[in-house]
């Protein structure tokens, strides 16, 4: 069974540009979870989608976004990119439908983006 | 608020020897559940093992074993007879419904594991 798919696996942008990162997940997965890490703020929550609605947020600005489509892969937008904002975004699914304790997350090898 | 504290920002072991790497955690929620994760320098963050806060025993995955104990806010991954591909970064995460179950991950551990 394939993993988790991240693509791309980099990116370089400059400064109020936007970017659009992809997700698939393993097969039979509804559920994708996007996280950022840096160095800085480490692991941080982005949101989860399950069966195309989004699921839960983190606290991230607005410029984050992301959508789920009916086949579960996960798109993960920002706009007007910030020099902040260089990290290495993860995306992981679980097969679990219910929002509890144990659901299981298997995570892709992300997209690392540079913001110049 | 849930937190995740891992103490040991890096550590070395010899080959062959086991090692444990500190977790502690803080929620008031009774039910969670808490997770490993290794990260070798890929990025890939690779799901090692799961314990659930109702779980009665300490939960093991082959060479991994968490050593888990509520009343202290603990669960120490433990693994056994390192090899060479352990050298990784370890993190602890917890999912409680207090946070809305969102996937909460501790600093790290940095392992290396010497030949």
């Known amino acids: 069974k394939a993993g988790v798919t991240q693509t791309p696996r980099y990116l370089i942008k400059t400064r109020g540009q936007q970017v659009t990162l992809s997700c698939s997940p393993i097969?039979?997965?509804?559920?994708v979870s996007w996280y950022q890490q840096t160095p800085g703020q480490g692991l941080q929550f982005l949101f989860e989608?399950?069966?195309?609605?989004?699921?839960n947020k983190g606290n991230f600005p607005g410029r984050f976004s992301g959508r789920q489509f009916s086949n579960s892969r996960s798109e993960m937008n920002v706009s007007t990119l910030e020099l902040g904002d260089s990290a290495l975004y993860l995306c992981?699914?679980?097969?679990?439908?219910?929002?509890?304790?144990?659901?299981?997350?298997?995570f892709g090898a992300g997209t690392r983006l540079s913001v110049l | 608020a849930q937190k995740i504290t891992q103490t040991q920002p890096g550590m070395f072991v010899q080959e062959k020897e086991a090692v444990t790497l500190d977790c502690t955690y803080d929620?008031?929620?009774?039910?969670?559940?808490l997770f490993w994760y290794k990260q070798p320098s890929s990025g890939e963050m690779i799901f090692l093992i799961y314990?659930?806060?109702?779980?009665?025993q300490n939960a093991t995955e082959g060479r991994y074993s968490l050593n888990f104990q509520k009343a202290r806010k603990s669960a120490n991954l433990v693994i056994s007879a390192s090899q060479l591909g352990d050298s990784a970064m370890y993190f602890c995460?917890?999912?409680?419904?207090?946070?809305?179950?969102?996937?909460?991950f501790g600093a790290g551990t940095t392992v290396t594991v010497r030949a």
């Open positions: 992981a699914s679980s097969s679990s439908g219910t929002v509890g304790a144990k659901n299981i997350q298997y």
């Open positions: 097969s039979g997965h509804r559920s």
């Open positions: 989608y399950f069966s195309e609605t989004q699921r």
């Open positions: 929620t008031s929620d009774p039910s969670y559940g």
């Open positions: 314990q659930g806060s109702y779980d009665q």
């Open positions: 995460a917890m999912r409680a419904v207090f946070n809305d179950y969102k996937l909460s």
